[in-house]
């Protein structure tokens, strides 16, 4: 991936499993299907003349516009999932995510507090984690999602270890 | 039930002797509402007869009276017993380096609080408990939300000490475990205060009274456009509600005094109910400096810090502990800075300051400022046609200043070795015009510091630089006591304190837990 301008020079960033596509299309699904359909109820109803209010076009645009919204972010999804990105420096843990609106963080790995690795049914079918980072901070929301189990894992380890040969005080 | 033998409720045997018991009158200070309410309950149907001129006791209850005479007096009795029972099972115990409280007869809780991991340390004083003489402790450690520990209430002085025992402890003086010597409080030397006239002032000509006065004007207009005067009844609680709220402001801002000892700084405010806060060094996270358009005719400024422990300002108890000063001029402004840091790391701090406070970059093509700020760039003037000028950023040797806002001016300093994590956020608007804006993060808080539209490069800069500052800053700060380190003082403060302190020196000790 194209390092973009906000990035620190001369990052070799990791990527996420390409699996993670399917945990955020699982996800996109669950709310924005649900969505749709069920902002299509006044449509159906209009049409078997059940209801006299909306008029047919609000009807329709309503959940079309919705629609294609959704699709649009369906879209971005691949991509998205592609931009999010990390790399192990000596001594803090950059993070990158984002296309339009983009982030890239860094936490000192003597700042982490404690490292969480949460799964959910979806990641776990797919055998992956999602790893966040703790530091004194709340405004710190150092999230990877996506991760293979086993990378989670040993990213964990390997962050609570140098945590710890780094710790510092608040 | 029978008393526990504090050996018994912790197992530990280091932790043996010295539990020590609140004021034996705190649970009343603290529950005299409930007590109030009881006696308020079953008074009230007398004190209304006796209002509409009949018997003080009902006649046609004189049959009642023994039972609701005995259930009164049971209720009284169950209250006044778990008000001496709470008391009874409440100790703490300040030794090995640990604060402990036990709590609770039926659910006991038992809290430790490491003192080297101290935050703040709070005196409060509510009106009844400053009545009879008696002080909460409030012990704050790294964590938002609820204080770690409480204490309330012991006798003034008892607290103080306690407090001053606290801090020495935890800057690493160390005494003998037989040592009976009281640790006397560290000596300090005030540094400003503000008179109260200028707190009403800043009060009348807050942001909250052009809001009120703009209000007034649309509901006055609405009801002469109407013709309708009832509106002004509708308003009726919202006037008791500001008055509330600028009664509680002058309550809690009245009689603002800051001093620096060698344990930090103390802040002692308050009409009705007094508070004394005490910050010991390197505890503040970020501070930031703000002046409201109409404040700028006074030159007045406020000041508001994080600092772990307080939480962020959401209720006014809370929004008073992060204010460092309710109002002030720019030299008080400038004495506070040097409270908070020190060692600015400019040759000028005093330039410096007056640059982040007013400063505004030339409005032709030069790339960074003379002041020393880097601003936005001019190719983003679109982006904040106001703010572009204004919104900049300069690192010091020992802290990154940041200062935005045209209208709002606004200065924001955090300590290099303070910033826990750092972000980049850049938005398409932001891509096109080339700019970026970086995010720092820090202990939950009012203050929240971002360099908002620098130019890409230098923002990508400073992204890099800050993170190996603020990792240099951590290595030179090798513990978390602060007598272990250089403590910053004010000089004259200092050399008071070397005189006073003398027979301690020598149980000093270069701890280092890092």
Known sequence: MPTEAIDPPGVQWLRVSPKYVTVRLVEWAIGNVLLVAVLSLPLVFVLLGWWRWPPLWLAIAVPAVMLLLALWRLALIPRQVRAIGYAERDDDLLIRRGIFFQRTM????????????????????????????????????????????????????????????????L | M???????????????????????ASPFVRGWVALAAVGFFFSRDAFERMLQGRDFVDP??????????????????????????????????????????????????????RLDRVQAIDIVQPLLARIFGLAELKFEVADAGESAVRLAYLPIDQAKQLRASILAQAAGVVSEPGSTEEIREAPEHVVLSVPPGRLLGSLLLSEQTVGILIGAAVVVSASVFLENTAIFLALIPGILGIGASYWSAFNKGYNFTAAISPDGIRLRYGLLDTQAQTLPPGRIQAVMVRQPPIWRLFGWYRMHVNVAGYGAAGNSDGA??????????????????????????????AAVFNAGLEGLAPAGHVPAGTDGFVTTPRRARLLAPLGWRRNGFLATGTALLIRSGRWWRTLVMVPHQRTQS??????????????????????????IPRVFQAGVTEAVELFDQQAARAREARKRQTSEQWLAQVAPQAPEVAAAAAQTEEPQTPNQEDRHDG
């Open chain 1, 106 to 169: 860094v936490v000192p790995y003597g700042r982490m507090q404690y490292v969480d690795v949460a799964v959910g049914p979806v990641e776990r079918s797919l055998g992956l984690c999602t790893l966040k980072l703790h530091t004194a901070s709340t405004g710190t929301n150092a999230q990877l999602p996506g991760l293979p189990a086993q990378e989670g894992a040993r990213l964990r380890e390997q962050l609570s270890a140098r945590g710890e040969a780094r710790l510092a005080g």
């Open chain 2, 2 to 24: 029978s008393p526990v033998d504090p050996a018994v409720a912790l197992p530990d045997k280091a932790v043996d002797g010295g539990w020590k018991r609140v004021h034996p």
């Open chain 2, 60 to 113: 046609n209850l004189s049959g009642r009276v023994p039972w609701l005479l005995a259930g009164g007096a049971v209720v009284l009795l169950l209250t006044v017993g778990g008000f001496i029972l709470s008391w009874y099972f409440t100790r703490y115990q300040v030794a090995e380096g640990f604060v402990r409280v036990n709590t609770g007869f039926l659910f006991k809780q038992q809290r430790q609080a």
């Open chain 2, 320 to 349: 008073a502990r992060t204010m460092l000063l309710p109002v002030g001029l720019k030299s008080d402004v400038l004495r506070m800075m040097s409270l908070v840091l020190p060692d600015p790391g400019v040759d000028e701090p």
């Open chain 2, 422 to 447: 750092m972000a980049l956020h850049q938005g398409p608007l932001a891509r096109r015009f080339a700019v970026a804006d970086l995010v720092l993060h820090t202990t939950a808080g009012p203050v």
